[in-house]
Each structure stands twice: as C-alpha cells, then as structure tokens.
C-alpha cells in the first residue's frame, strides 16, 4: 500500500516505499486492531474473513482497443506517464524501483482493459514479493498480486477493492501466465462539498465478474476506513503502483464514458 500524498488539493496515492513500510504485516488467520468495515462483520485488513472460493479460468482475455480508446503503452513510458521512466520492450512494461507512474491523460468515468503478469519464480509471500496495484483516479485501488497460490487477508489479494472488499471468487492464474482486468469505473458525484454518489466500480477479472457495479467507501486508505474527502475532482490520472516488485503490464487502454447522445468525452 503506497503512501499519502497531497496533489492538486485532494488525497491521492502515489509513489513507493520500501516494502516492510507498505506490507501491513497481517498474517492470515489474524484479527488486526483495524476499523470494522460498515455492513460485514470485519475489520480492514481483516486475515479471519474467508478467503474468495477459487475459480478456474483461461487467464487474460485479451481485447484490442476499439478506436475512441486511449492507449497507455507506447514506445517509451514517458509518452503517455509521468513519473518513473518505467522500460517498455515489445510491449510490455516493467514495473522498475523508483516510484509509480500516473498517466498524463486524466479520467472519470471510464472504461480500463490491463494485461499484467507476476514473473514466473518469484519468491512471494502475503504483500511482499509480486505486489502493484491500479488506482482509478489516482485514488481507488484494484490490487494486483499473486493470488493463485499465495494467501493474504482478502480485501488486500488480487482484485481486491484494496482494504474495502475482497473480489467475489478468485480466477487468478499461476506466475508467468498473463492476466487481464476489464473495469468499469464510475468516479463520486458531489454538490458543493457533499457527495451525493459515491464511486461504483465493476472488475472483471480473466472473463470472470469478481465486483458488480460496488459502491466504494472512498479513496484507497491502508489500515484505515475509506471515506470520501470535502473537494474531488471531477478527473484524474490513472497510477499505477510500484510495490517493489518487477510487475509486467501490456495492452493497457482506456475509454472516457460519457452520458447517452453526450458527445464522446463529454
């Protein structure tokens, strides 16, 4: 989990720490002294809720972008990202010490399509060893890890709404293999300084719909509830975490989602 910082005058999360900062160092079967989570009888973080039953699948669904979407890969990260000069080779990028990257494009609602993969061999355990994460808006996380044989508290393993919600099965693939996650995003709605929608977010994750349209807490938060802060803005970048770990990303894409008849963007 990264660290807080203030950008353009809201919370958002950015950036790296060394992992022994950013592992919450719960193990699973362990009732951490967390906030309990509204409406589940849980606290954050919680290592006694069950875990999500495991589901096969056929690992990335691999979709082209269609021709209003935003590619995120070009030839060299700093097209399209701001912050650490990721490499990019024949596609696919690797997630490099340093600090994340935030697309220099910004969005709300949206649609995302992401390949990733956890390089075959990786030593991993709990949060260290094949971490990252996605952050719509800079701010909600979609954790990505290795689930498929390693074990976590739930709302921290691959697809959790990161200390929010644990994914509803898990589809995850082995190490080595690719994977894919489709989301549909939708940022909070305000008047003034009240929210009077929060964040809604699908995640389909390799073919399988593991979050329907759930409404968020608020922006990302480790060890702490989410809520929602006075001022919000309408868009913002999309980050991309940087754990530690060598994360691979490919086919990254991302359409604006406007209003039926709008004009597209608007």
């Known amino acids: 989990m990264p660290r807080h910082m203030k950008l353009h005058g809201f919370v958002t999360t950015l950036g ?13 079967g362990e009732k951490p002294k967390t906030p309990k989570l509204p409406g589940v009888p849980y606290v954050v973080h919680d290592g006694t809720r069950p875990q999500p039953v495991k589901v096969k699948s056929a690992g990335a669904v691999s979709v082209q972008p269609p021709g209003d979407a935003l590619v995120l890969i070009g030839k060299v990260a700093s097209d399209t990202w701001n912050g650490n000069n990721w490499p990019i080779a024949d596609g ?51 954790q990505v890890g290795e689930s498929h044989t390693n074990k976590t508290y739930p709302d921290g393993q691959t697809a959790a709404l990161y200390g929010q919600a644990p994914p509803l099965v898990n589809p995850s693939t082995p190490q080595g293999e690719w994977q894919s996650f489709d989301i549909i995003f939708e940022a909070p709605r305000y008047e003034k300084e009240t929210v009077t929608a929060p964040a809604v977010i699908t ?50 894409w991302v359409r604006e989602l406007g209003d039926y008849d709008a004009a597209p963007g608007k």
């Open 92 to 142: 696919v990028m690797t997630v490099t010490r340093g600090g994340g990257v935030s697309s220099k494009a910004k969005f709300g609602d949206c649609q995302l399509h992401l390949e990733y993969r956890v390089p075959a061999g990786r030593k991993v355990k709990g949060q260290a060893g094949g971490n990252s994460g996605v952050f719509l808006m800079g701010m909600y996380e979609v």
């Open 16 to 28: 790296v720490v060394g992992v022994a900062g950013i592992a919450s160092g719960v193990e699973v």
């Open 203 to 252: 995640v389909i994750h390799n073919g399988v719909l593991v979050h329907h349209r759930k409404a968020l807490l608020g922006p990302t938060r480790h060890k702490a509830l989410a809520s929602y802060p006075p001022k919000h803005p309408e868009k913002a970048s999309l980050t991309l975490q940087d754990h530690g770990d060598p994360i691979q990303y490919r086919n990254i």
